[in-house]
């Protein structure tokens, strides 16, 4: 390659997706993460690519809809690339409804999905279902969206890294930056942010737990309920998660808190009652003031860029971020929704 250097620090879903984009416009790109591959929250195990409800749409909504429309086509030129699967599939969701209320006020959704997602993807009240899979519905129907997808995180991780490699780039744990650097290190980046920023807080951290249970069933829509994430993969397991936890004691490990979460999936998806538990994991996931994803260069830092803050959405919206990044950086045009920038959490 000829084009121009790029450095980006973190192998992260957004560190790594950049980093690819970059390379197939021609940039020299080296990703370097003393950690290693997916070591903060992008390595965890859910992968519910999903999207947010098709009403009070805003920027956040329009981008996130954006990037979830070019996921097919991203993973299959990653997995191409690579030679490796990423576990991607748009496989839907199913959502169970409460009451007579939550089924008018999602078949208003739908005809707001028919107008908002373009024709490309529908929501859909449907009778519940009885089929070993689904959940039971109180009022007798459910959620059906077209829209959500799957990836195994770890694995897709895996494929944007060999991918890079192939295409000529390098993924270190450490080195020199050569060119621009774009800063995507999680919640350290961001407490890095608000050091150099004299202490101002542009965000945090959130713990999540989640587990990893033994089913093979590759080809069931994931399920949403009570904020509950249950997602098949094509490897013969399914993810539960995920809590969301202010405060903890230790980061890095599970506790009761997770066991209250694999008995309510139980009890929302039968199929899972004996299901066993292969795996849990716990880890921190950066959090913005603003929720949004953090865009953009680094004030008062020529040449730095970040890009940060994907709370429970960053491989949703990696696709478009990857995208917008490598625009700004390499080629000087600045696409970013207004929520989405720097100053948006300081």
């Known amino acids: 390659m000829s084009g121009p250097d790029l450095t980006v620090r973190g192998a992260g879903i957004f560190g790594l997706s950049i980093a690819f984009a970059a390379m197939r416009r021609g940039a020299r790109v080296q990703v370097i993460d003393p950690h290693g591959i997916g070591a903060g929250a992008s390595g965890g195990i859910v992968g519910a690519l999903a999207p947010h409800v098709p009403e009070a749409w805003n920027d956040k909504k329009a981008f996130q809809l954006d990037s979830l429309l070019m996921a097919e086509a991203w993973w299959a030129a990653v997995a191409d690339a690579s030679g490796k699967a990423t576990g991607y599939a748009r496989t839907g969701r199913l959502q169970p409804l409460a009451d007579a209320d939550a089924v008018a006020r999602a078949r208003e959704r739908a005809g707001q999905a028919d107008v908002l997602w373009q024709g490309r993807a529908d929501w859909r009240v449907v009778p519940a279902l009885d089929d070993g899979w689904a959940p039971h519905a109180p009022s007798g129907f459910l959620v059906r969206d077209t829209l959500s997808a799957r990836i195994h995180p770890r694995h897709a991780l895996a494929a944007l890294a060999e991918a890079i490699r192939v295409g000529g780039g390098r993924v270190l744990p450490d080195g020199e930056a050569r060119g621009p650097v774009i800063h995507a290190t999680g919640p ?14 542009v965000g945090g951290s959130v713990k999540g737990q989640a587990a990893l249970l033994d089913l093979s069933c590759p080809g069931a829509p994931q399920i949403f309920a009570d904020g509950l994430h249950i997602v098949p993969h094509a490897d013969g397991t399914v993810a539960i998660g995920s809590t969301s936890e202010r405060t903890w004691d230790d980061s890095a490990s599970t506790d009761a808190g997770l066991d209250v979460l694999i008995a309510r999936a139980r009890a929302v998806c039968p199929a899972l009652a004996t299901a066993p538990v292969r ?41 478009k971020i990857a995208g917008v990044m490598a625009d700004l950086v390499l080629e000087g045009r600045d696409a970013i929704p207004d929520g989405f920038r720097v100053e948006a959490s300081l």
């Open 188 to 201: 350290a980046g961001l407490d890095a942010l608000s050091g150099a920023l004299g202490g101002r807080a």
């Open 279 to 319: 795996e849990r994991w716990a880890g921190l996931r950066a959090r913005t003031r603003s929720r949004a994803p953090m865009l953009g260069a680094w004030p008062g830092r020529h040449g730095h860029f970040i890009a940060n803050g994907g709370f429970k959405i960053g491989f949703g919206m990696a696709p």
